[in-house]
């Protein structure tokens, strides 16, 4: 059970644009940025959008990221095959019980 | 450019420990703060604990404190999280993974590739 709540999976077809949304509680989202991070099969996450909405050089400007609230959300515009991956949203959860990183539990996205 | 690089995969028996070592270059080593992050099959991510190469100073997930040590080595830019009493729960892929500092406004920017660690009898 993941402290922070994704769909498991999302799809759509080649230029389609698609969101994966990120749901936690003020101790999580609502009190820290959030950052997001691509899985392609097989291979070491890879961080993809930082501080909420900030892309590293190198990302596409076709992935953005959004938060309100305690709710983040990631769009990916003109979808492409390579897309096809696990998504992870992450950020800092200062909870009394014992503060540390946690993430969303990943959705898988299917170009179709 | 910036690398971390770990060691190769281990196979343990149920109440063993496992070393791992996470081999960085292309940066300063004491700058950031390296991070464990472990992935079980088919399964999310898990932050395990960081530890700053500045100093040795380190903070473990409640989950893993009393089991996990993680150290360092700056003379060879060098990580190691050491976790004992394996069970077959903690059969994963281990990740290294750097932030610049430990507040909530950090990111992971870089990972090593991973380690695969299988505990089976």
């Known amino acids: 059970q993941s402290v922070l709540t994704q769909p498991p999976s999302a799809s759509g077809t080649p230029g389609q644009r698609v969101t994966i949304s990120c749901s936690g509680s003020?101790?999580?989202?609502?009190?820290?940025?959030v950052n997001w991070y691509q899985q392609l099969p097989g291979a070491a996450p890879r961080l993809l959008i930082y501080?909420?909405?900030q892309r590293p050089s190198g990302v596409p400007d076709r992935f953005s990221g959004s938060k309100s609230g305690t709710s983040a959300s990631l769009a990916i515009s003109g979808l492409q095959s390579e897309d096809e991956a696990d998504y992870y949203c992450?950020?800092?959860?200062?909870?009394?019980?014992?503060?540390?990183?946690?993430f969303g539990g990943g959705t898988k996205l299917t170009v179709l | 450019q910036v690398q971390l690089v770990q060691s190769g995969t281990e196979v343990k028996k149920p109440g063993a420990s496992v070393k791992v070592s996470c081999k960085t270059s292309?940066?300063?080593?004491?700058?950031?703060?390296i991070h464990w992050v472990r992935q079980a099959p088919g399964q999310g991510l898990e932050w395990m604990g960081w530890i700053n190469p500045n100093g040795g100073g380190t903070s473990y997930a409640q989950k893993f404190q009393g089991r996990v040590t993680m150290t360092r080595d700056t003379s060879i830019s060098t990580s190691h999280m050491e976790l004992a009493r394996l069970t077959s729960d903690d059969t994963a892929v281990y990740y290294c993974?750097?932030?610049?500092?430990?507040?909530?406004?950090?990111?992971?920017?870089?990972w090593g590739q991973g380690t695969l660690v299988t505990v089976s009898s």
């Open positions: 993974a750097r932030t610049f500092g430990f507040s909530g406004n950090v990111f992971f920017d870089y």
């Open positions: 292309g940066y300063t080593f004491t700058g950031y703060f």
């Open positions: 992450a950020t800092w959860d200062g909870s009394l019980n014992g503060p540390s990183w946690v």
């Open positions: 501080r909420n909405n």
């Open positions: 003020s101790s999580n989202i609502g009190s820290n940025p």
